[in-house]
């Protein structure tokens, strides 16, 4: 792969160049792990998220039983109660 250069935003920010995005398979929204390997460079590597083990890969599994609602129609129906 050739040399590509970007330039550094004022808020610091890059663009990745579409051929190493590509090569990476790095896609909007992923996360990458920046590691300093050097006075002057840095190495970039997409980070691969491995999927939840034990009770944490739960959470969020019953939502798919009940409806979820906004917490003022929540809070609303607790004050009906209250008023009885």
């Known amino acids: 792969m050739k040399t590509m250069i ?3 935003t004022e808020r610091g920010q890059i ?6 995005r590509r090569s990476l398979g790095v896609s909007p929204g992923e996360r ?3 590691e300093s ?3 002057h460079e840095c190495r970039v590597r ?10 944490m890969s739960m959470r969020g599994f019953a939502r798919q039983f ?3 609602r906004p917490t003022a129609e ?11």
């Open 6 to 8: 970007t330039m550094v």
């Open 15 to 20: 663009s990745i160049p579409s051929a190493i």
């Open 32 to 34: 990458l792990i920046w």
């Open 37 to 39: 390997s050097g006075e």
């Open 46 to 55: 997409r980070l691969v998220d491995e999927p939840i083990k034990g009770a």
């Open 66 to 68: 009940r409806k979820t």
């Open 74 to 84: 929540w809070l609303r129906e607790l004050r009906e109660g209250e008023a009885d």
